[in-house]
């Protein structure tokens, strides 16, 4: 899944908040944290720059052991 990811997307941030779970995030302008870093509740992660003519989309991707979960379920 990582080299699919790093074919494809640019800025993207794994986040292991524990428990089995990873969130990934893809669509970041930039990036404010480094591989290894601790991210407290509430940190900014990264910014997404928009304006009239290019608009931008953040994707979230929630798993549990690897697997593509519903995270409203």
Known sequence: MINLWKKICKNW???DP???FHVILSG???IYYKIGSNISLEQKIGIIKTNKSNSSE???E???DGKQVNPIK
């Open 58 to 60: 953040l994707y979230v």
């Open 18 to 20: 524990g428990f089995g």
């Open 62 to 64: 929630v798993r549990l």
């Open 28 to 30: 970041l302008s930039y």
């Open 13 to 15: 941030i794994i986040i």
